[in-house]
Nanobody, 128 residues
Framework: QVQLVESGGGLVQAGGSLRLSCAAS????????MGWFRQAPGKEREFVAA????????YYADSVKGRFTISRDNAKNTVYLQMNSLKPEDTAVYYC?????????????????????WGQGTQVTVSS
C-alpha cells in the first residue's frame, strides 16, 4: 500500500513557474514508477509525465515537453514536477500516481488505468 500526498500548487501568472511535490509513504518507494497527471474542469484526466523507479528514464506528454521536468529523490520518498513557462491551458488539478514497476518509464504507458495508487490532487491555476 502506498499513500501519496501532493503539494506545491497555487496561482501563478502565465510564464511563471511552480514546483509540485508528491510525498509517498511506505518503505518500498524505490520499487515504484511514478507519474503526474492533470484534469481540467469538464475534461478527462490526462498524462503529464512519468519517471522510472530509479529515475533513469522519463517520459513526457508532447504538450509539456521542454517546459516540465519530473524528478525523484528515493531517499526522501518524493517525486517532483518542475513546471516552467506555464500557460493558462496548464490550469488543472494535478495528481501524482504510483505503479509497482521496474521497467522503462515510456514502456509503462500513459493511461491512468496503468497506475495503482493516486494522491488527492493539488490545484494549479495559471492566469493570463
Amino acid at each position: 500500500q502506498v499513500q501519496l500526498v501532493e503539494s506545491g500548487g497555487g496561482l501563478v501568472q502565465a510564464g511563471g513557474s511552480l514546483r509540485l511535490s508528491c510525498a509517498a509513504s511506505g518503505r518500498t518507494f524505490g520499487n515504484y514508477a511514478m507519474g503526474w497527471f492533470r484534469q481540467a474542469p469538464g475534461k478527462e484526466r490526462e498524462f503529464v509525465a512519468a519517471i522510472s523507479w530509479s529515475g533513469g528514464s522519463t517520459y513526457y506528454a508532447d504538450s509539456v515537453k521542454g517546459r516540465f521536468t519530473i524528478s525523484r529523490d528515493n531517499a526522501k520518498n518524493t517525486v517532483y514536477l518542475q513546471m516552467n513557462s506555464l500557460k493558462p491551458e496548464d490550469t488543472a488539478v494535478y495528481y501524482c500516481a504510483a505503479k509497482r514497476y521496474l521497467g522503462n518509464a515510456q514502456a509503462m504507458g500513459a493511461a491512468p488505468a496503468s497506475y495503482d495508487y493516486w494522491g488527492q490532487g493539488t490545484q494549479v491555476t495559471v492566469s493570463s
